[in-house]
């Protein structure tokens, strides 16, 4: 553990007792609830480990590498959450917490980071450079497209409405072959995240990394299998667990992250922890899950309840709106976060 803080040592001792109490709620008899806490805290703590392990491998790679490879294996948390959740029959689950991810960093993290940054400046204006938020809302305008295309195709009852699972999978290649045809030229500009600093060894770092994905595929069974009696005790919708309490908790090391960099003044880098994320979920998680399901009895579609896709291509058009020209005021990251709370609200009746 050298080149650890004392605070860091600390907080990775905590997070290790943190998973293995979750590993004890799950088989010991105790409360559903209880179980759900921890398992989803638990997933909080491994996603820091994660993160923390791929800053540090990928800090031998360069600014833009490690950015790309840090918003990837970032999301190893909730994508074992959704496989898990697809092998359980779980597809609300597993699809709302796609969604709600998206919703969640485009709208929530994005625009409390706005509202941070803003009070920074000493004119109330954050001001970030605009090429990856453009780039952003155009891939989630493109995961949007077919999310939209496949909710008018299922509500007029057309011919390929029977077609739902071959068009999602088609469209899952093409939306993956885009946003390599993105991630190539971005990484290769070197532009993205600050360079990390290099303060473990690389075997140190990988074996965070190791121990963070094989924990997090552990801890999100725990947390799936604890959903149904806890969602039934606390009388919530599963809609409202996957859009709101799973997408937060598989988010918190990111949505932490932006907070700390904008209250720092560090505008560009807050924002492109918060998009490149919103990018990952949207044009690369959200489409290869689509592909991984195929191996499961019940697949995961890009058909969405029409509210959902009602939320996702509003979500496009406003964070286009709001980051497009590069600057924001604390008032338009309050109405993002608005529009997120109105989302979830709608969800908890769901």
């Known amino acids: 553990m050298r080149g650890l803080t004392r605070g860091e040592r600390i907080l990775l001792l905590v997070l290790v ?24 805290l638990a997933l909080a703590g491994l996603a820091w480990i994660v993160s923390f392990g791929t800053e540090q491998v990928g800090s031998r790679l360069g600014p833009a590498a490690t950015g790309m490879l840090q918003s990837t294996l970032g999301n190893l948390p909730e994508f074992f959450v959704v496989v898990f959740a697809l092998s359980k029959g779980e597809t609300v689950v597993a699809q709302t917490s796609l969604v709600g991810s998206i919703l969640a960093n485009a709208l929530l993290v994005l625009g409390l980071v706005i509202v941070v ?10 001001r970030f450079s605009t090429g990856l938020p453009r780039d952003t809302a155009t891939l989630l305008l493109l995961a ?28 899952a290649v093409c939306i993956l072959a885009v946003y390599v045809a993105w ?15 290099t303060r473990v060894s690389l075997p140190f770092a990988a074996t965070l ?25 606390l009388g919530i919708s599963k809609a409202f667990a996957g859009l709101v309490i799973v997408a937060i908790a598989g988010n918190a090391v990111e949505n932490a992250a932006g907070l ?3 209250h720092k003044g560090q505008a560009d880098l807050a924002i492109s922890v918060v998009k490149n994320s919103v990018a990952q979920v949207a044009a690369f998680l959200f489409p290869a899950l689509v592909l991984v399901s195929l191996l499961f009895t019940t697949p995961l579609t890009f058909s969405l309840a029409p509210v959902y896709i009602g939320a996702i291509i509003l979500t496009a058009i406003v964070i286009a709106q709001v980051t497009g020209d590069g600057q924001a005021t604390a008032f338009e990251g309050w109405a993002l976060v608005a529009v997120y709370a109105i989302i979830a609200v709608v969800t908890l009746y769901e």
Not at 118 to 125: C, E, P
Not at 219 to 224: H, P, Y
């Open 260 to 262: 700390v960099l904008a």
């Open 183 to 197: 991630a190539i030229p971005y990484v290769r500009s070197g532009g993205g995240d600050a360079h990390a600093e």
């Open 17 to 40: 007792l943190l998973t293995a109490i979750a590993g004890v709620t799950r088989y010991a008899d105790v409360s559903a609830v209880l179980a759900f806490a921890m398992s989803g």
């Open 144 to 171: 949007s497209s077919i999310i939209v295309i496949l909710g008018l195709s299922l509500a007029s009852g057309d011919k390929a409405s029977h077609h739902i699972k071959a068009i999602s999978s088609i469209g």
């Open 117 to 126: 940054g803003a009070r920074q400046t000493h004119d109330g204006v954050m």
């Open 209 to 233: 990394l190791a121990l963070g994905g094989v924990g997090s595929a552990f801890v999100s069974d725990w947390f799936i299998h604890a959903l149904d009696p806890a969602v039934e005790s």
